[in-house]
């Protein structure tokens, strides 16, 4: 009798753990979004026979499901970037033309604007926002007096002390979606902090010294606090939505005591596996609490390696590559500067070891989430996205065209196998004539990713019809069908002598970008010795 019952017991615990595993039914799943920061496709091994050492969770995760080996980012930076991906609106339809925003900017994402965050919230998913967020704040300034001028340092010192650090910090994540919220611009310099929903953690610091925080104690904290909040909503049955922005590998490059020196290489090298890691750990995290088969996990990032940061330490002389199968890096409109890893695990819906050689844009998960979630997108949003929901089925799936932008402000527009370049801006110009290169490139980048056989006087044609496209998409305010809308202020023509994003010092509402103390990085070499010497202080 004994043996029967426990035989019994076993049974029904047995049971009860299966039963907790199952997968949930004729729900909408999980959605766990990673983006990574300053990371290019050519960062992962799988990608990158020559990249000279190995990214191992990333690999994994492309054996357990599909990549898309033509995605791209909307930008070559951060900021822009970020807009398009919640929004699914290009972001030079906002205020912003060029360049990203400074730390004391308000927030980009306009006021009524459709998001990630509150679409989903809407369908009932609870969200967050864990790690870097880099689209403004509605700080609570003491006063409305203008910001100071000066060097960055003196600057920040002065602005930091007209904000009362006391009060909630408002128009962050938890103001545009998110119900809940922890991590900082902190990677952007002073003041050394962390926020949870609108609170400061702590004293701010705004002296040369980190104070309570450190740059290698940043990647594990947001990591650690992604991974808690999995645990933490995989015991419940509301469907939750994490969108994990890393701060890595974007400087400070500061690797933690267990990775510092792991690659034998550089520092950096030791950041980008340090990166690889902290995504397999919020994987795994998924996979412990037993909602594998309910969750949709993404891994991207928001633009190329920064070349400069990425060479230091003899990176490249001991046999590291970023650049094999493109080139640029962040800040460019060559491939290297918005072509990104772009892998999708959904057990059950996504076939593993699959890809698919389409072009897409990050603009384009606004609308895949809406989809499965069931969301019907006003009109008036995610001007620029398409679902990705067919191709990740298997089915047939085309996207055309993609609209790339950098730094300076200049356009590029992808169709097909065919990307034309338009450099207009001072800055851009610039670039074109040190290459010993006209304003305009036309490239067959399936033949030719490097972008090295400039094709534009051998199809004139193609050039016309890709710029008149070009134009139509910038003044429809949509690349998508349906009613036309508006972008923000006046944006520039590909063939207009001046471009309002090459316009000195001026912005959009009319505040000028040099009274406001901004500091855009395309106004530095695009080399970036400047940035590094930034990074240093």
Sequence with gaps: MENLLTAILVTVVTAASIQAKEPRKNVMPNIVLILADDMGKDSVSAFNGKLGFKTPRMDQLVTQGM????????????????????????????????????????????????????????????????????????????????????????????????????????????????????????????????????????????????????????????????????????????????????????????????????????????????????????????????????????????????????????????????????????????????????????????????????????TDLMATFAEIAGYDLPDNAAEDSVSLLSALKGKAFTRDPIINHDAPGDFAIRRGEWKLIIRSTPKGKRTAEKAGLPPVHLYNVSEDPRELNNRAEQYPELVSRLTKELRTIISNGRSTPGTLQQNAGQTWMPTDEKSPAAAANTTVDGVTNKARGDVYPQERNQKLPAMQKEVKK
């Design 67 to 362: 990549t898309f080996t033509e995605a791209h980012s909307g930008s070559a930076l951060c900021t822009p970037t970020r807009y398009g991906l919640l929004t699914g609106r290009y972001a030079w339809r906002s205020r912003l033309k060029r360049g990203v925003l400074h730390k004391w900017d308000p927030p980009l994402i306009e006021e009524g604007r459709a998001g990630m965050g509150a679409m989903l919230q809407a369908k009932g998913y609870h969200t967050a926002c864990v790690g870097k967020w880099h689209l403004g704040w509605d700080l609570p300034f003491n006063s409305n007096d203008p910001l100071p001028v000066g060097d960055r340092s003196t600057r920040d010192a002065l602005v930091a002390k007209m904000v009362d650090w006391t009060k909630p910090m408002a128009g962050g994540p938890v103001d545009h979606g998110f119900d809940y919220h922890f991590g900082s611009d902190l990677r952007m310099g002073l003041p050394y902090v962390y926020l949870e929903n609108r609170k400061v953690l702590g004293t701010p610091v705004f002296q040369k010294k980190r104070g309570d925080t450190s740059a290698v104690d940043i990647l594990p904290t947001v990591t650690a606090k992604a991974i808690s909040y999995i645990e933490g909503q995989a015991k419940k049955d509301q469907p939750f939505f994490l969108y994990f922005s890393m701060t890595s590998p974007h400087s400070p490059i500061a690797p933690s005591a267990k990775f510092d020196g792991i690659s034998g290489i550089s520092p950096y090298v030791d950041f980008v596996i340090q990166t690889d890691d902290s995504i397999g750990r919020v994987v795994d995290a998924v996979d412990q609490a037993g909602i594998a088969e309910d969750t949709l996990i993404i891994v991207t990032a928001d633009n190329g390696n920064s070349l400069n940061l990425a060479k230091k330490g003899g990176s490249f002389e001991k046999g590291v590559n970023f650049e094999v199968n493109m080139r640029g890096g962040k800040f460019h409109i060559e491939e290297g500067g918005h072509k990104v890893p772009f892998i999708v695990r959904w057990k059950g819906m996504v076939a593993p070891k699959t890809s698919s050689n389409t072009p897409i844009c990050l």
